[in-house]
């Protein structure tokens, strides 16, 4: 799909200016930007609840956030930590 867009200056210009940073074409940043935020169509994965080893796994089909996954590693290694100490 071909689309113009007309930005403003100070937008094509910060665009212009992300893309030299990752050493990427513009069309690939804004390629990279538009599929990464797309809606979500009526056929797009519904939230299933389902059990893996015994866990119950909420699969939405999309990532987690990092700082996400960072969070919950260091609540999981403090309790851990409690835990082998006795105070839990």
Do not use: C, F, H, W
């Not at 796994?57 to 006795?86: N, Y």
């Amino acid at each position: 799909m071909t689309v113009t867009i007309n930005l403003p200056q100070n937008v094509e210009q910060a665009y212009l200016a992300a893309a030299r940073t990752k050493g990427v074409s513009v069309d690939a940043l804004v390629t990279d930007v538009l599929v990464s935020n797309a809606p979500v169509s009526d056929s797009a994965q519904r939230p299933e609840l389902v059990e893996e080893q015994g866990i119950p796994v909420l699969r939405t089909g999309l990532p987690l956030d990092p700082p996400v996954v960072s969070d919950t590693l260091d609540a999981i290694r403090r309790e851990r930590d409690l835990s082998v100490l006795g105070r839990r």
